[in-house]
């Protein structure tokens, strides 16, 4: 794992946004894993300012969420649908029909998890999942006790995601209770991940997922076993990390990076 602490939240953004956008200049029919969430958002707008500004194109691109509340219909401003639409669908030039999420209304939850762990495996796997970290130390909606091998499933939300979320609906009731989420098993299997982490409120839980011990209490401490995860984080998210020199040095000084330093 490499972890990078930018000055910003809008440096850490514009460095996930290149990242992603190198890529898939690389890449052209990337299969793209996507994340939801206000940290996101600033990073969709980056997006967005590429493809208008830098002609990224994203006519091949693929794109799989990590997660869909149960009960809402894909126009519902909540669903994450209708998120992605709003944040970087309908701003760039990516085909809709290549862009998949759970389906939210579906009658039969299992067979619907069964058909969208089908369409991952179809495309071949996802090239570059990108993911958040809740403060319950989620990644997409595994919550604590998800096993880490576990697959695309229903997930009951604790308390303190509903907590979180319930905010973003205009009638905090009405945020479901349950929610398809990819299994950390299936996360693990993508090729590459990016998590963005931003916020003074995620510093505790970034430190747990980084640099404490592997559990299913915290399951973005998963990414641990994953062979090519980049963490990219600002100042205020990384105020809980022990190691920070080192971090910085690595990306002061690996070849790696050196085309992402000016950002
Ligand atoms: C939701 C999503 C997660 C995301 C988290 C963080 O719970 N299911 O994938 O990481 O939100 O959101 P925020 O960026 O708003 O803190």
């Known amino acids: 794992m490499q972890v990078i602490i930018r000055p910003t939240k809008e440096k850490a953004s514009w460095l996930a946004a290149r990242v992603i956008a190198r890529d898939l200049r690389s890449k052209p029919d990337l299969v793209l894993g996507l994340a939801t969430g206000q940290t996101m958002e600033r990073l969709y707008g980056r997006l967005v300012q590429l493809h208008r500004e830098e002609q990224l194109d994203f006519s091949l691109c693929r794109t799989f969420n990590l997660d869909e509340y149960i009960g809402l219909p894909p126009g519902d401003k909540n669903s994450y649908r209708y ?13 809709m029909r290549n862009t998949f999420l759970p389906d939210g209304m579906a009658e039969d939850l299992g067979a619907e998890c069964t058909r969208y762990e089908g369409l991952i495996h179809d495309v071949g796997g996802i090239d570059l999942q990108l993911l958040g970290i809740g403060r319950a130390g989620h990644i997409g909606f ?73 559990t299913s209490m915290v399951t973005a401490s998963a990414i ?40």
Request: hydrophobic share 35%.
């Open 83 to 95: 998120y992605m639409n709003h944040h970087l669908f309908d701003h760039v030039n990516i085909d």
């Open 142 to 214: 595994n919550e604590p006790l998800s096993a880490l091998q576990s697959r695309t499933r229903e997930k009951v939300l604790t308390p303190l995601t509903i907590e979180e979320n319930s905010t973003l609906f205009e009638d905090p009731s009405r945020m479901p209770r349950r929610a398809f989420t990819m299994g950390v098993g299936t996360i693990l299997e993508c090729a590459r991940l990016v998590v963005l982490v931003t916020g003074e409120s995620k510093a505790k839980v970034l430190a747990k997922a980084v640099e404490g011990p592997i």
């Open 224 to 263: 641990q076993l994953h062979p090519n995860c980049t963490v990219i984080c600002e100042e205020e998210a990384a105020s809980a990390l022990q190691e920070k020199e080192y971090y910085r040095w690595i990306f002061d000084n690996e070849p790696e990076w050196n085309d992402f330093r000016d950002l």
